[in-house]
């Protein structure tokens, strides 16, 4: 077997601040199936980005994070230089050793929570070619981004709104429920048009659009359940207009992962997705803030190395 060049990035303030108690741990589990790796703690908000980038410029191939879903989406935009969407070492590979109170997307990949199996998956476990999510924010706040599970635009991103001065390494699934049920006291849809893969257009008032990579979201709430990480598409959830009780009934639906029974959500594949809208609408991705729309969201087709069985 091919040895590998490790790097382990630890973000200590992920579940709650638990992971820096139990890093020793942690580190224990790592050492029982990697003999040399090096590591290094976070100390800030997008600092797990230039950690693993300057580390696979270095030559390590092998990159292991140790937090949630935020923490994976910063590790796994370091895989690039740019928004070409070519990796900068196309061999090297992710593994997460899940420590997060978010782990939407480690769970859909079935990663075990358990340190030492986690850590044993990744020693043995082959590369699987995943997609990633590319979006492109026109207007005056022009910018990229990468996200590896799921981005939203309307109610999914005001909750993020809500609950963003609580950092997302201490947030669990009660924290995204309350900020639904705080934001719901206020929230309207939105009118937006869509622009699907160039040619399909749709217009309507949506409560929540969904452009999913994966199928969980806010803390356990399965909005794509059809989605599959590497088949090249995005699955694009539109939830049309509810009333306050009748999202409040609904909602059980989502965490079943039977939402597509209601009439009002209406669910496709796509590659790319242009959303515009006359009213004020945020987006989010893998649970951070992201810019208002216009947006556009494109499929980067088997661009990572996940390492999972």
């Known amino acids: 077997m091919k040895r590998h060049?490790?790097?382990?990035?630890?973000?200590?303030?992920?579940?709650?601040?638990?992971?820096?108690?139990?890093?020793k741990v942690i580190k224990e589990a790592i050492r029982s199936h990697f003999l040399e790796f090096s590591y290094d703690f976070t100390e800030k908000p997008l600092q797990a980005i230039e950690i693993s980038r300057e580390a696979i410029r270095s030559g390590h191939d092998l990159i292991?994070?140790?937090?949630?879903?935020?923490?994976?989406?910063e590790i796994s935009s370091g895989f690039f230089n740019d928004f070409s969407g070519k990796a900068i070492n196309q061999d090297a590979a992710l593994g997460i050793i899940p420590s997060g109170t978010g782990s939407d997307f480690i769970r859909f990949m079935k990663v075990p929570r358990e340190f030492e199996k986690s850590a044993a998956l990744i020693k043995n476990a082959?590369?699987?070619?995943?997609?990633?999510?590319?979006?492109?924010?026109?207007?005056?706040a022009a910018r990229e981004q990468y996200f590896i599970n799921v981005a939203d635009f309307g109610l999914?991103?005001?909750?993020?709104?809500?609950?963003?001065?609580?950092?997302?390494?201490?947030?669990?699934?009660?924290?995204?429920?309350?900020?639904?049920?705080?934001?719901?006291?206020?929230?309207?849809?939105?009118?937006v048009t869509l622009t699907v893969d160039g040619r399909q257009q749709l217009q309507g008032e949506y409560l929540i659009g969904a452009v999913a990579n994966g199928r969980i979201f806010g803390g356990g709430m399965i909005i794509a359940p059809q989605a599959e990480a590497d088949d090249g598409f995005f699955d694009l959830v539109?939830?049309?207009?509810?009333?306050?009780?009748?999202?409040?009934?609904?909602?059980?639906l989502l965490y079943a992962g039977t939402i597509a029974k209601n009439p009002k959500v209406f669910m496709l594949k796509a590659?790319?997705?242009?959303?515009?809208?006359?009213?004020?609408?945020?987006?989010?991705?893998?649970?951070?803030m992201g810019e208002k729309l216009p947006a556009e969201f494109s499929i980067v087709t088997r661009a990572l190395n996940f390492r999972i069985g």
């Open 5 to 23: 060049k490790t790097q382990v990035i630890v973000n200590p303030e992920s579940n709650q601040g638990r992971t820096r108690l139990r890093w």
């Open 64 to 73: 292991i994070g140790v937090g949630g879903d935020g923490t994976l989406n």
């Open 126 to 140: 082959k590369n699987k070619k995943i997609d990633v999510g590319k979006i492109s924010y026109g207007g005056a």
């Open 156 to 191: 999914g991103a005001e909750v993020i709104r809500r609950i963003a001065n609580v950092q997302s390494g201490r947030r669990g699934a009660l924290t995204y429920y309350r900020g639904l049920l705080a934001t719901l006291m206020s929230y309207r849809s939105k009118t």
């Open 238 to 252: 539109l939830v049309g207009d509810m009333k306050k009780l009748e999202i409040i009934r609904n909602t059980p």
């Open 271 to 288: 590659r790319h997705i242009k959303v515009e809208s006359q009213d004020e609408v945020y987006t989010e991705y893998d649970g951070e």
